[in-house]
Every structure is written in C-alpha cells, then in structure tokens.
C-alpha cells in the first residue's frame, strides 16, 4: 500500500473526531430490540403459513399508506424509494440509497432488512414475524416460490404477487437450458472468493473499497461489482424481472415482495460465506472506514435513525439468525491478522480491441503475449499457496450494454475447439444497475472480471501440464422468455472494449 498503516489510521480516526464535533446529529438513534427470532426458508411454507399471513397483512397495510399518506416513511413506495426510485415519484428524505458496486452492498442490504422487518412485524401486529429467505442457490428452488405466482389468494388479490414478472409467475426454472444450469454454480463461484475486499474486484467478496462520507452525502459505486452481488444476486434480479418487470431496475427492485426473500438470502449467504474459517470482515484497524460508514434508515415508528456498519451488524445479529446459522455470526471485528499486501495485475493476453457481443454465442482463441508468457507460465508452475498463489484473471472491459436489452450472459474458457459446458463456466454477465438506471453510469461502459485460475489449471493438467491455445465463449441468454434460437434472430450489438488475460501477483514483502 503507498500509505503506512499508521498515517490511515490516524486520518480514520481523526475524521471520526472531527464529525462528531462539527455535525450535529440530524437523526435520532435506534432503540434497541427485543428477543431473537428466526428467519426461516420460504421453500419449506404453504400459501398460509402464519409468517405468509403476516407478510400478506402488512403489505396490503403499507399499500393502503401510498394512498392515505404518502409521505409516511412505512409507506410500502416509500419503503421500495429508499432503495431507488423513478423520477416520476419525485424526491423524498432517505431515498435512492441502495448500495451497489461498492464494499457496503451487503452491510447497507442488511440494515434495510432489518428495518423493513421490524415495519412488517407492525403493520402485520405480529411479533413473531422474521423474514423468509428464499435460497435461490439450492437444488430445484431456482423457481419463483409458489405463494407468490398466484394472483389471487382465498378469492381477493394476492399481495405477494406482481404482474410485472411475466417469466417467473409461470413457475418455470429461472435460467432454464443453460450450461451453466442454475445459482448453485454462481453461489459455488462467490463462495470460493477469499477475501471481503481487495482492490481486485474478481478477488473481493463484499465489493471494492469506496470512501466513506458524511451523512447526507451517499458514498459512491466504485463501477465494478463485488463477487457475492455479480454472481447470482444480479442475475436473479435479471431472471425475476424479466421483459420490463420491477426486480429487473435498481430504482424499482424493492416494490416486489419477492425482493426481500432475495435479499434475505443474499443476507443469508453472507453467513455462510463467513463460516468459512479463512473468511473475514474487514480488517478493524485498516479499514475502520467501512466500519464507521453511517446509513440513515426509517424504524417502526416511522422515525428516522441512523446506524454505523458496526451498529447495523450488532443490532441485525441481536434481533434475528438464520435457521442454518450455525453460530452467533460475529459482530465484532476479527482480530488484527497480518497486513494485506496489495496485487499487482498484468496483462498477459488478449483477444483484440473493439469486439461486440450480441444475441448470437461470441466465441474467439485468446493469444497470449509472446513476452509475458514465460511469466505466466512460472505463475501457474507454482504451488498454490493461500492469499499469495497467483491468480489468473479473464476480464470482459468495457461493455456497453443497450438500455432495452433484455439478456444476460453465460462465460466459458475452454482448450480451443472444445464446446463450452458446466465444466468450463467461469461466471455470468448482468446488466442488473448498469443499464443507467443506477445513478452513475459511466459512458466508457463497465468492466465484469472472472477468476479462471482454476479452469486454466485443469486444462493445462489435462494437456500433460502444457498450457493449451484457450478460446473465450460468452453465451446470451434472454431474460424474457425468448429460447436461445429466438434470441439469436434479434439484432442486437453490445461493443466491449477488449477481452484480456490478467496475472495477478502478490509481491512478498
Ligand atoms: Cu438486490
């Protein structure tokens, strides 16, 4: 790092101090909860199970506060505004903060679950009422859950049911027919990431570091997602939202009820990626930032408070587990381990400047540059040891996706001549927040990484320990409903800058 840790944390600190002095405390604090409850797994729930029941209450009791009261903070518009909203409904207090392609995706995500819970446990007068999550990643349940695709329930309108998702009412697999088949690959992907951040994005689990700022400014998207929100997170808002359903936008998301099912188990697997042993937050003392970030957010009363990550953490942790949660998941900071070393990425190969994706497979060889292929291949003769073994990256860049464009993509690295399959799958495109409907859109398009260490490692043991020719596939996918052949009629281009082959190294100090 070009700073010493020292000089960061002495300017973390003194930022703190400073704050606490010169800005006066707009918001009031959360009070503090009553006994844990359970968050429990929708697939194993009727149509009228008691926390169903509760949900349906509330929702169509913060619907009928859009109209009786629309400036009502338990408003269920209000609500889905504080995560993005449409200029159409205007600007209000706390809105459009949802955290995407920055290191507080998840601590920001957690704490307007949390929030949200506790208005549904008010507006449904039960005290019971935790969440379900939805475990989108698990065998057979990447299907929209049954009790919310009927439109009607008992006879009257089902409140768990939109009409804008027009794929995933019909009850079908979400992502039928591809090689890749389903979220468990991309969950499989996310959960192998080491590390919470790093300044690689394809290393980091929770999202590249943003500065943080001071309440009301929002902390910036730094342009490129984290492991967790670009694998599954993003393609499921894609798969849900369809043709032009409200999952499928930023600024919409959040008025589907399915929405915070998702983003309970995106919550969920944040756990799960922290039972890993080597898994950890961020580093208290260097990156104490992260930490300190304040949220506002609206409590059960309606009133505005504001939280620190450390407080969203401790305050989530107390109130509600998961029902596989195996353990109280730390809300303290891990212990101060060894400092991080900072990678250094150099390109190693290339397909060729200015190429374009669209709705037909995109298949091309990568070359690899005659003068850094001895250094890549010294890279992969090396044993793989923990955080410093290098890493093999293949990065899409620039990619310019077109504002109606309704696919994702699959991507594959196999030995050249060989058809892409489950075996050689390396990770998915989402347009979900780049398509401008997320606030900053950079016209230079977007950059979506994958780390291919594994998959280059197999083919070259499988080639007799020799490094084969590779060939890239990007496979689209429509998003609404069209099969692949359908898909492949239209007429759609999306340039991308290049296709690249990074090394990343970790110096030794
Ligand atoms: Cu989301």
Redesign the pocket.
Known sequence: MSESPNRRVFLATAGVTVASVVTPRLFAQPKDSPVQGTRESVAGMDTDHPTLVSYRTAIEAMKKLDKDDPTNPLGWRYQANMHGALKADGEKNGWKWCMHGNWWFLPW?RGYVYFFEKIVRKMSGSEAFRLPYWSWEKDGQNVLPAPFRDAKYMDKDNPLFDDSRVEANKGGPLRPNTQSGSFAFDWGIALAIEQFTTTVPELAYGGLRTPKTMLPAKPMPAGQHGGMEHNA?DML?DAVGGDAGVMGDTRT?ARDPIFWL??AN?DRLWNRWLDIKEHHLPDPTDDKDWYDQEFPYFDETGEQVVLSVSKILELAAKESRYDDDRRLVAAAPPAAREKAVEPKVVSVGAIQPMLALGTKTFSKPIGITEDTKPKLMAALAAPRAGAEAPVVLLRVEGIKPPKDARLTFEVFVTKKGEKPSKKSYVGPISFFGRRGDHEHVDDEGFTQGFDVTNQVQKLRTANKGVLPELEVFVVPHSTAGLSDEELAKKDVVIPISNITLKLVTVEKK
């Open positions: 995500h997170h808002h998301a998702h983003h995106v």
